[in-house]
């Protein structure tokens, strides 16, 4: 299973998309962005169940989080 299903950053303003590998947080436009998700991959890989046994913190949902490596 995959930490983290973040597909890529985008901008609602202007469109523009980025890769998840560098740090951003503002477009070249001046707009914070947004994070996609592949929905079908954790609709498939992640149950309920799991969740029930993790630790009741945010990294209980880290597949929903937007970091690629447990790490950082």
Same mark, same amino acid.
């Given at each position: 299973?995959?930490?983290?299903?973040?597909?890529?950053?985008?901008?609602?303003?202007?469109?523009?998309?980025?890769?998840?590998?560098?740090?951003?947080?503002?477009?070249?436009?001046?707009?914070?962005?947004?994070?996609?998700?592949? %929905?079908?991959?954790?609709? $498939?890989? /992640?149950?309920? =169940?799991?969740? &029930?046994?993790?630790?009741?913190? %945010?990294?209980?949902?880290? $597949?929903? /989080?937007?970091? =690629?490596?447990? &790490?950082?």
């Amino acid at each position: 299973m995959k930490y983290s299903y973040v597909s890529h950053l985008y901008c609602p303003k202007c469109g523009n998309t980025f890769d998840t590998k560098k740090k951003h947080q503002l477009c070249t436009c001046g707009s914070p962005l947004l994070v996609n998700y592949d %929905l079908e991959s954790i609709k $498939e890989n /992640l149950k309920p =169940e799991t969740l &029930k046994n993790r630790e009741a913190s %945010l990294w209980r949902y880290h $597949e929903m /989080l937007p970091v =690629e490596d447990k &790490k950082m």
